[in-house]
């Protein structure tokens, strides 16, 4: 199961993710939820990075399926948006496939 957890600020406002495990859909190569998690994930990370040019912490462990993501203080409301796009594609996948596979939580910091 892909464990998601989004952290969200006083403001209410999505500052960070962390992304653990793999879906457990299909055989390595063929996990179409896994897939779907990792193209919105890696595609927020990469449109922060070359759209908006924030600056943020990244930890990714390709075993674990770790990827651990924090904007740093700064941020853009632009980075917010790509965020919060990210968890609605989440959201969606969620809705579709069920908690067996990948869970989303929310977490206030």
């Known amino acids: 199961m892909i464990c998601i957890t989004v952290f969200e600020n006083q403001a209410?406002?999505?500052t960070a993710f962390q992304c653990m495990g793999h879906a457990g859909y299909a055989e390595?190569?063929?996990?179409?939820?896994?897939?779907?998690?990792?193209a919105l994930v890696i595609n927020t990370i990469n449109s922060v990075e070359q759209l908006?040019?924030?600056e943020f912490q990244l930890t990714?462990?390709?075993?674990?399926?770790?990827i651990d993501f924090s904007l740093k203080d700064g941020y853009s409301k632009e980075a917010l948006l790509l965020i919060r796009s990210l968890?609605?594609?989440?959201?969606?996948?969620?809705?579709?496939?069920?908690t067996e596979?990948?869970?989303?939580?929310?977490?206030?910091v």
């Open 52 to 54: 908006v040019c924030d």
């Open 87 to 98: 968890v609605l594609g989440l959201q969606g996948i969620q809705e579709n496939y069920g």
């Open 28 to 38: 390595a190569g063929e996990d179409i939820v896994c897939a779907a998690v990792s």
């Open 60 to 66: 990714m462990e390709k075993e674990s399926g770790l």
């Open 12 to 14: 209410k406002e999505y």
């Open 101 to 108: 596979y990948m869970i989303l939580r929310f977490k206030e």
